[in-house]
């Protein structure tokens, strides 16, 4: 059997929504399931999506930012990322965004590192990590002014061994850093090799561009 995630579609009997927030909206649906037509219903967040970039220089540093996250009451290392909230706006060009907006930096190259769903139990959200070099830095003229809790934002340039031992003792936990150290680390040990930046994804539950 070839592994790898595929479409299914399961006839819908019933849809309703339970609450609308700007970013996600909790719906219900119950559809049937199984041959034997088993009725289920399941309730789960329908959200914007969001892309992510793992920078990196020339000395194979790791770009991590300090975040306040006040559901876990917690500051978290994580890499720069941001919801697809603009209409129309491809991924790739939200990645570049989001990076100028919370990192202050831009970059000359870009590919594809990871794609993956956040908590597919419980919300169809979708989240493409990059990996962006060639790293220029954005004149104090031209930086993003931050609000709220991205006004409190901290940058650490990390070497990525330490990043991925961050990762592997317990210390980082936000999961698009964890899954783009990781695969990164994949690529340089030679298990693997980036996509192009624009490399498409079939089956986005929202279907926006790379």
Do not use: C
């Not at 590919?111 to 990590?129: C, K, Q, V, W």
């Not at 340039?157 to 990043?163: D, S």
């Not at 990781?182 to 090799?193: F, K, N, P, Q, S």
């Amino acid at each position: 059997m070839p592994i790898h995630d595929s479409p299914a579609e399961h006839p819908i009997l019933e849809a309703k929504s339970l609450q609308s927030t700007p970013i996600y909206d909790l719906v219900q649906e119950t559809f049937s399931f199984g041959t034997d037509g088993e009725t289920l219903t399941r309730a789960f967040l329908k959200h914007l999506s969001a892309v992510a970039v793992l920078a990196v220089d020339e000395q194979d540093r790791v770009l991590l930012i300090r975040q306040y996250r006040h559901p876990l009451r917690q500051n978290m290392w994580e890499i720069p990322a941001g919801l697809l909230d603009a209409e129309g706006e491809p991924m790739l060009d939200a990645a570049a965004r989001e990076l100028h907006e919370e990192a202050d930096i831009s970059a000359e190259t870009w590919h594809t590192l990871a794609d993956f769903h956040t908590s597919p139990g419980a919300s169809n959200e979708a989240i493409r990590i990059y990996l962006a070099s060639g790293i220029t830095e954005t004149p104090e003229h031209e930086q993003h002014a931050r609000e709220g809790e991205e006004a409190e934002i901290q940058k650490a340039w990390v070497p990525l061994t330490e990043a991925v031992q961050a990762v592997l003792t317990g210390q980082i936990h936000n999961p698009s850093a964890v899954t783009g150290i990781l695969a990164l680390h994949a690529i340089r040990t030679g298990a693997g090799e980036l996509r192009e930046a624009r490399a498409p994804w079939a089956d986005h539950p929202r279907g926006i561009k790379p």
